[in-house]
């Protein structure tokens, strides 16, 4: 495959985005740039935990698979119960005491979920679609900009040196920005 070739694969495959809400912290930071494989589900399912790009009305969110197709779900004080069993969750979250009622997905249809559950409840950082609402997986996460730790301090720059000629492979991509609105995070097309 030449040069050419492989760049016109990453065109029609990946997009990009950039986060600037705060509904997937501490998982996703303003600033960071993601990289969107709109192939991952082509031959195989979305899954439990998957961070995706998805279709919401007439937005799209960035948010992370909680339930599947036929899953009784419900959210208390900030923690996911499937099938009236508490959802383990490894990734990292900040826990609050955001409430959802129960209620059974659809055939084909996705719980999706922001990592952050400090924030109001009264802020849509949930959203149930279809299969076809789904656009793609969320790959790659490059911190463009130190994070605070704890403390307010800057965070290690995790391999920034790493990040440019990742970037440079990537120009030319269907282009994506998350704007900056409280919740849920919308992406709005860019011009390639």
Known sequence: MTVGATLAVLRFRFMLAVVQGESMLPTLAPGDLLVIDTRAYVR?????????????????LVKRIVGL????????????WINDRPLQETHPLLEGNLRLGKGRLRPNHYALLGDNRTVSDLLPLHAVVPREGILGKVVVVL?????????GT????????????????????????ISAVRSPERIQMAPS
Do not use: F, Y
């Open 69 to 80: 197709p036929g899953e009784m779900v419900e959210l208390r004080a900030g923690r996911v």
């Open 44 to 60: 195989s399912a979305p899954e439990r935990g998957d961070l995706v790009i998805a279709r919401w009305g007439d937005e799209l």
């Open 143 to 151: 911190p463009l900009r130190p994070r605070a730790g704890p403390t």
């Open 154 to 177: 800057p965070c290690p720059s995790n391999g920034h040196a790493l990040q440019q000629p990742m970037i440079d492979l990537m120009k030319g991509c269907r282009a994506a920005e």
